[in-house]
């Protein structure tokens, strides 16, 4: 089992280039189920984080690779995930 507190101070790496996206600033949790439906990742580039507010990069929990001690890896295609894109559309 994992905390929270642990789980954040791990980095997170694509594992598409091998590139750091950073560290978990949050997560999202199906109340339903109890399932971490995706994780957060507060992204700041040298331009946005000077010139402008930070991004976040939204990773669904299905593109996590691997939780290891240290880094978890991810399978990101350097697209932003949309909150609208994650929300499934109620009938």
Same mark, same amino acid.
């Given at each position: 089992?994992?905390r929270?507190?642990? =789980?954040?101070? @791990? /980095?997170?790496?694509? *594992?598409?280039?091998?590139?750091?996206?950073?560290?978990?600033?949050?997560i999202? %949790?199906?109340?339903?189920t109890?399932?971490?439906e995706?994780?957060?990742?507060?992204?700041?580039?040298k331009?946005?984080? =000077?010139?402008? @507010? /930070?991004e976040?990069? *939204?990773?669904?929990?299905?593109?996590?690779?691997?939780?290891g001690?240290?880094? %978890?890896?991810?399978?990101?295609?350097?697209?932003?995930?949309?909150?609208?894109?994650?929300?499934?559309?109620?009938?």
């Amino acid at each position: 089992m994992v905390r929270i507190s642990e =789980f954040q101070t @791990k /980095d997170v790496v694509n *594992i598409s280039d091998g590139r750091k996206l950073g560290n978990i600033g949050d997560i999202e %949790i199906n109340l339903e189920t109890g399932k971490i439906e995706t994780i957060i990742i507060g992204y700041s580039g040298k331009l946005l984080g =000077f010139f402008g @507010k /930070d991004e976040e990069i *939204i990773i669904p929990w299905n593109h996590i690779v691997k939780v290891g001690e240290d880094v %978890i890896l991810v399978r990101h295609q350097n697209q932003q995930y949309v909150q609208q894109q994650l929300e499934v559309p109620k009938n």
